[in-house]
């Protein structure tokens, strides 16, 4: 394929993930010459069902190819963070191994320093999103429904119908009535009915990390869409910096398979290779005009790394569940997420996936034969599970930095980690943990594993390194997701969440992107 | 429980083998298919490690065998895992794998470390065996609703049973 740079280029974007592949997909539609740069592979939609072994299967390798020197990393905070399991580099994006939960923010999210007077204020508010979340919701082709009380106000439904709920999820319904939370259903990127040429989920029950079917939105729809439209895009393609002159990014210089430098010159570049690499690359792209890295005169370049806290409860019940034979969710509950008690924002979620997977089992087990089938019947039945997402404040000392002791596969110093879990949030913790005990307490059921403060980890949603703000010299980027520092550089993507409340971000991170290429073709 | 060629057809369509249920599989084209003697392994295997309820395992796996087995290097890992099967029970039991009775198998199978081996298509012999045989007999099974409903679920993860079974709260008739 060609791999040169696209002369007279309007824009090279770098990422294509959602949120480049977006931009790129609408540039490419309203006529502008658009080059995206991804720094993995393409993943064949042939190769779906090999991968699905590759997930299934111990001893089978080729899932997504994340690990070795090219994406090396150090993780040097209080506490560990596993980069390589939370993102995916290649056309796709992490869409390619994600969930696909789609909820939009709620208004509280945008105003969390002026209502409570933690975090910072969006410089945007939730009336300035919500059209943009509309067409968001038509791009992933999400199934939802208007069940949920806790949602703030939409204007049209979801393009496709909800998911019924499961049948645990009719279980905790009943605990959940007595104990006054609500429950309501999932939005979710995931087709229940044919929609945008792909076909309806038809339940291989392993979403999370490879959907064989196609029914998952992955942005490799997007993608095809730009191509189709006229965009070049270029995998195995990584950027290694971004030359430019005074408050000019004059080019994207990447490297190829073959050892070749190429430099993509364009009018507008747009950053979208998520949370950490958005930062590696600007640090990386240092200069004497711009000393600690490009776009970055505020300082903020990199700071106030937000995820989202894991806090979760399991256990058995007399029975039966019928776990596992999907790998998403139906019902949530957003009762906790507005209120005081706790303070970050906390989203419920009811699982269909607990207890372990009776085929996995038999491929891990040490025995077969009658004993085998005993011991699957003995552990699969009778599981439940309720997890959550916890808020995480933005701290100025968790961020990404560059390890200069350490070098990628170019020779570039690879980024650091530096991640903690603040008060704040491990009391929000132990809160979800009260709450998740009372439920399934209220199911009589025999609690046999808590995820609490200690033992949290991140859901691998990489917000707040570039934010957005007013202030040039408290932020990254402008309201349009402009940088500051530079005329003709925009980033797309999470890094430029200010908080991130407790719902998973790429909804946001979609409908940012509807916006952006919005502002950007008008700007062009 | 008798399982039937339907089963293993179903069984070829979670492991995503192309027209499993169609004309590829009815022809008497036999060109990519396995020996005779490395098939009386796999199906010897499937005896030891399937649940004794489970009948008709021969043709059962003689039908996901001549599917599954299309993929070259797959084919070549499973007919020489089978062979160096074969070979230690020649050794070590003066006889075919597949003329020993089912204790003696598992015995075997024990013996070699199958059951705590980890399964790595390019390991040790007993890795090869547990990846290519064991693993793959089960994952056969227990990944289609075949071996699933045995355990109380009829749409496994990695079979694309649908989204109805996930709402119901029993198990439906295999009929149904």
């Known amino acids: 394929m060609a791999r040169e740079p696209v002369p007279d280029a309007d824009v090279c974007i770098v990422g294509a993930g959602p949120a480049g592949a977006i931009v790129a997909a609408r540039l490419a539609e309203a006529g502008h010459e658009v080059v995206v740069l991804d720094a993995g592979p393409r993943f064949d939609l042939d190769d779906r069902t090999e991968q699905l072994d590759a997930h299934l299967r111990p001893g089978v390798e080729g899932l997504w190819g994340m690990g070795g020197p090219r994406d090396a990393y150090t993780s040097s905070g209080p506490k560990g963070y596993p980069l390589n399991a939370a993102r995916v580099k290649g056309v796709g994006g992490s869409t390619l191994h994600w969930q696909g939960m789609v909820m939009r923010l709620h208004e509280r999210d945008f105003e969390m320093e002026s209502r409570h007077g933690v975090g910072a204020d969006w410089p945007i508010d939730y009336a300035d999103l919500r059209s943009h979340y509309a067409a968001a919701e038509r791009e992933l082709g999400v199934a939802g429904a208007d069940d949920n009380p806790f949602a703030p106000p939409r204007e049209e439904p979801h393009p496709l119908p909800a998911f019924p709920p499961s049948h645990s999820d009719a279980i905790f319904a009943e605990a959940c009535e007595s104990l006054g939370l609500p429950t309501h259903s999932v939005p979710n990127a995931r087709n229940s009915e044919p929609y945008d040429d792909a076909s309806a989920c038809v339940g291989y029950g392993t979403c999370k990390p490879v959907c064989p079917s196609g029914a998952k939105y992955t942005a490799e729809r997007h993608v095809a869409r730009a191509e189709a439209a006229g965009a070049r895009v270029i995998d195995r393609a990584p950027v290694q910096r971004l030359d430019h002159s005074g408050e000019r990014v004059d080019a994207a210089v990447y490297a190829t398979p073959d050892g070749t430098e190429h430099r993509q010159e364009a009018r507008a570049v747009v950053l979208a290779c998520g949370g950490v690499e958005n930062v590696r690359l600007l640090l990386l792209s240092a200069s004497d005009d711009h000393p600690d890295g490009l776009a970055n005169s505020s300082g903020a370049v990199g700071r106030y790394f937000m995820d989202h806290c894991f806090a979760g409860a399991g256990g058995r019940i007399d029975r039966q569940t019928r776990q596992n034979h999907v790998g998403f969710n139906t019902t949530e509950s957003h009762a906790l997420y507005d209120g005081e008690d706790p303070l970050p924002g906390v989203k419920l979620e009811f699982l269909n996936y607990a207890g372990p997977s009776p085929v996995i089992e038999a491929l891990n087990g040490d025995d077969w034969g009658d004993s085998l089938l005993a011991d699957l019947r003995e552990s699969y039945g009778t599981h439940l599970a309720v997890g959550a997402l916890v808020e995480q404040f933005p701290r100025a000392e968790n961020r990404i930095t560059l390890d200069h002791s350490t070098t990628d596969d170019h020779g570039n110093p690879v980024p650091d980690v530096r991640w903690s879990v603040g008060p704040e ?9 009260e709450v998740q005990r009372a439920i399934l307490t209220e199911l009589d059921a025999d609690i046999d594993w808590v995820v609490g403060p200690d033992a949290t980890g991140p859901a691998f949603h990489h917000m707040g390194t570039t934010r957005m703000g007013t202030d040039p010299t408290e932020s990254v980027v402008d309201p349009d997701c402009r940088a500051h520092d530079c005329d003709n550089l925009w980033i797309a993507g999470s890094s430029v969440f200010p908080t991130g409340g407790a719902m998973n971000p790429t909804l946001t991170i979609a409908a940012l992107s509807c916006r952006l290429a919005d502002r950007l073709d008008g700007w062009l | 429980m ?175």
Do not use: H, K
Request: one cysteine or more; hydrophobic letters at 40%; a negative charge.
């Open chain 2, 2 to 176: 008798e399982l039937s060629r339907r089963d293993a057809l179903v069984a070829l369509a979670a492991a995503g083998v192309a027209g499993a249920a169609g004309a590829t599989l009815l022809d008497d084209d036999t060109s990519d298919s396995i020996s005779d003697d490395a098939c009386a392994v796999l199906v010897a295997v499937a005896e030891t490690v399937y649940p004794t309820e489970a009948e008709g395992v021969a043709s059962f796996v003689e039908t996901y065998a001549e599917g599954r087995l299309d993929d070259a290097d797959r084919r070549e890992g499973v007919v020489e895992a089978a062979a160096d099967l074969d070979a230690t029970a020649r050794d070590w039991r003066d006889a075919p794998f597949a003329d020993l009775d089912r204790q003696t198998r598992d015995q075997l199978l024990r013996d070699l470390g199958i059951d705590t081996a980890d399964p790595a298509p390019d390991g040790t012999v007993s890795n090869r065996i547990r990846f290519y045989l064991v693993n793959e007999l089960l994952y056969a099974f227990y990944a289609s609703p075949t071996g699933g409903r045995l355990v109380g679920i009829e749409n496994p993860a990695g079979y694309p049973g649908g989204t109805e079974s996930y709402q119901r709260a029993q198990m439906e008739d295999s009929d149904g």
């Open chain 1, 425 to 433: 949030t491990r009391a929000a913790i132990e809160r979800v943990n």
